[in-house]
């Protein structure tokens, strides 16, 4: 599966950088250089999604689901 979203980094005055996913609110961080904000904002993602779907499952574990993918144009 592959899926895009916008990654912003902006330099904070103390020194590194602080990340954001313009997409995806909670999904944010910081580093000391750009490449550490990037890892780090790339593993907060992963975070929020095992952790959003896992709340996901647990919710709609009784009853009838229908999950199917939802394909979108930017």
């Given at each position: 599966?592959?899926?895009?979203?916008?990654?912003?980094?902006?330099?904070?005055?103390?020194?590194?950088?602080?990340a954001?996913?313009?997409?995806l609110?909670?999904?944010?961080?910081?580093?000391?250089?750009?490449?550490?904000?990037?890892?780090?904002?790339?593993?907060?993602?992963?975070?929020?999604?095992?952790?959003?779907?896992?709340?996901?499952?647990?919710?709609?574990?009784?009853?009838?689901?229908?999950?199917?993918?939802?394909?979108?144009?930017?």
């Amino acid at each position: 599966m592959r899926i895009e979203f916008t990654a912003v980094y902006k330099k904070v005055s103390q020194g590194g950088y602080v990340a954001f996913v313009e997409e995806l609110p909670g999904a944010n961080t910081q580093g000391a250089t750009i490449d550490e904000a990037r890892s780090n904002l790339r593993e907060a993602v992963e975070l929020i999604l095992d952790a959003n779907r896992s709340f996901a499952a647990e919710e709609t574990r009784d009853g009838e689901v229908i999950r199917e993918p939802l394909l979108l144009s930017a």
